[in-house]
């Protein structure tokens, strides 16, 4: 059992509670340009999953965004946290995998906890909900996380699966061009005065280099020329109640990849279109899945009758359900974010 410290002077205003047993996420809203002014902090935003670490007396469950339990993929985090000085904690961030050049990649997360040479398994933290007694998500986001910072191990000692996420103050404009430059997947915005707060809103905004989103698989084709496995990858979104074709994905994956997808998807496939309106026309050699399966996908823009243009696979998603994908877009103070 790890010794543990007296809780910053950070918590000292929060108020004495049992520890949560379950905690929410706060959600970031997309925008199309990220927000100016002193009362913002900026983040990198990481490639990965969003995890949610509940420590209780060196116990250690990772939570994804959903509530699954997904400490077996993670044992690196799990141990790592397990070894922080606290008796009871909730901590919030995303685990990732951090290439030779320092760039997250969520590709290489496929293999959850196996990472090939020169990569590291890696939880970037921003956030501490709970420490020690203390329940710190009514007091605001700048003294939350001046309370990790201490918690966790000192830059100067980096390397280790567990990073506290710095952020810079205003410049937001600056902070996002280089963040694109350097090839990022955009910043996290958020206001430094305000709790934590479960859900989605205007206290945290996301601002991407590049368009990408889950959609929902719906169908695959059969593979032509020196491909094999898969052709190309039949998405949507969903709008009410109807899943709403997208498009074909026919890049992105390698053969491992699309293998893998192959053999689940079979195991999906079923006789008629999960589409709503009806494909057409509809792609030759094509097989039908039950839409449970999603993609991320990067593209360059969806047109206005809702088809994707130049999308690029980038890897399967299960840290959330099939119906909560909708078609992602920036949102304005006039139009409330979408759950």
């Not at 997309?30 to 990481?46: I, M, S, Y």
């Not at 949610?52 to 077996?72: A, K, N, P, Y």
Request: proline share 7%; with cysteine; aromatic share 8%.
């Amino acid at each position: 059992m790890p010794k543990t410290k007296s809780p910053p002077a950070a918590t000292d205003a929060a108020p004495l509670a049992a520890s949560p047993a379950a905690v929410t996420p706060q959600l970031a809203t997309l925008v199309a340009e990220p927000p100016e002014g002193k009362e913002w902090l900026h983040e990198t935003k990481f490639d990965g999953f969003r995890i949610l670490c509940h420590i209780e007396r060196g116990h250690v469950t990772l939570f994804t965004r959903s509530g699954q339990d997904w400490t077996g993929h993670f044992e690196p985090v799990a141990q790592a946290a397990a070894a922080l000085p606290v008796r009871s904690a909730w901590l919030d961030g995303e685990v990732t995998v951090v290439l030779r050049d320092g760039r997250s990649s969520f590709g290489a997360l496929q293999n959850r906890g196996q990472v090939k040479d020169g990569q590291q398994l890696v939880y970037f933290i921003f956030d501490l909900l709970y420490h020690d007694g203390h329940d710190l998500r009514g007091l605001p986001l700048e003294a939350r996380k001046r309370a990790l910072a201490a918690l966790l191990p000192s830059p100067r000692h980096g390397g280790g699966p567990l990073r506290y996420v710095e952020h810079v103050e205003g410049e937001a404009a600056a902070f996002f061009s280089r963040a694109c430059k350097e090839g990022l997947e955009g910043i996290v915005s958020k206001r430094r005065d305000r709790p934590y707060v479960s859900g989605r809103s205007f206290d945290w905004v996301k601002t991407k280099c590049m368009k990408r989103q889950e959609f929902v698989i719906g169908g695959f084709t059969e593979p032509k020329g020196a491909r094999q496995s898969v052709g190309a990858l039949l998405v949507g979104v969903y709008e009410g109640e109807q899943l709403r074709y997208a498009g074909k994905v026919g890049t992105g994956f390698g053969a491992t990849a699309a293998a893998d997808l192959r053999r689940r998807l079979e195991a999906l496939e079923r006789a008629t279109s999960p589409f709503s309106p009806a494909v057409k026309p509809v792609p030759r050699d094509v097989h039908w899945a039950t839409p449970k399966l999603l993609a991320e996908i990067s593209f360059t823009e969806m047109t206005s009758d809702g088809k994707l243009r130049h999308p690029s696979f980038k890897g399967l998603r299960d840290d959330k359900s099939a119906r909560e994908v909708v078609r992602e877009e920036p949102a304005t103070r006039r139009a409330p974010p979408r759950h």
